[in-house]
């Protein structure tokens, strides 16, 4: 079944949203309920790998559940989704994404509007978040090749896994890097950190893009296979 543009673009705002809503509202119940910063993050993971494989699963087939403008710009890239309706993916992610920040903060009685003040920088945090994107389009890419039916817990158990195995916790998405600029919460960053950390995620991103693309194309095609092909 094909849904037009306006279904998949609320698709894709409606899973960012719910998406966001997870990572802050996961984030600020974690920090209530323990002082341990390793049990908070603990907390955070959990729920933000189960959503995905949820989001994933429900929206996945109306809009393609990129709910990520590093993962638009692959497919875009890959000719496999238009470049006007990219562009629009993008817009709704990011709009999704700050949407859901703010009901995470009506949720717990929180100001709505808050600006971060959590420094998340340093060449560290931003090898960690090329390294969690390079994954997570990896991850999928290979997937949708070799076991597209899985695609939703792949990635909810790979960023599940990222939260823990990267400085950063893998924050792999620049529609969430903005959205989690206007919270000052647990999950939050640095509004003049983001741009670095978009970069990092777009880079990651396109690395592997080409890496994939490489590993998946098959060269040593046998020549009478192609001479027989053609002649059909």
């Known amino acids: 079944m094909t849904f037009d543009l306006k279904r998949r673009l609320a698709a894709e705002v409606l899973g960012t949203a719910i998406l966001v809503a997870t990572v802050v509202g996961s984030g600020i119940m974690a920090d209530h309920l323990s002082d341990d910063v390793a049990v908070s993050l603990l907390g955070n993971t959990i729920?933000?790998?189960?959503?995905?494989v949820v989001l994933i699963s429900i929206l996945g087939p109306i809009s393609g559940a990129h709910f990520n403008p590093a993962v638009t710009m692959v497919f875009a890239a890959r000719r496999q989704i238009e470049p006007s309706a990219a562009a629009f993916f993008v817009a709704a992610?990011?709009?999704g994404g700050v949407v859901g920040t703010v009901i995470a903060h009506a949720m717990f009685d929180l100001p709505l509007f808050?600006?971060?003040?959590t420094i998340r920088t340093g060449t560290g945090q931003w090898i960690a978040e090329a390294v969690a994107t390079f994954g997570l389009?990896?991850?999928i890419l290979t997937g949708l090749r070799f076991r597209s039916d899985a695609i939703p817990w792949l990635v909810g158990l790979y960023i599940t896994a990222a939260y823990w195995f990267t400085a950063s916790t893998s924050f792999a998405n620049p529609a969430v890097a903005i959205a989690r600029a206007f919270s000052n919460t647990f999950a939050g960053i640095r509004p003049t950190d983001v741009p670095a950390f978009i970069v990092a995620e777009v880079l990651g991103a396109l690395v592997a893009m080409a890496i994939v693309g490489w590993m998946l194309t098959d060269r040593n095609i046998p020549t009478s296979a192609i001479i027989a092909e053609g002649a059909e």
Do not use: D, H, K
């Open 114 to 117: 808050q600006v971060s003040e």
């Open 137 to 139: 389009v990896l991850t």
């Open 93 to 95: 992610q990011v709009a």
């Open 47 to 52: 729920p933000t790998g189960a959503i995905l």
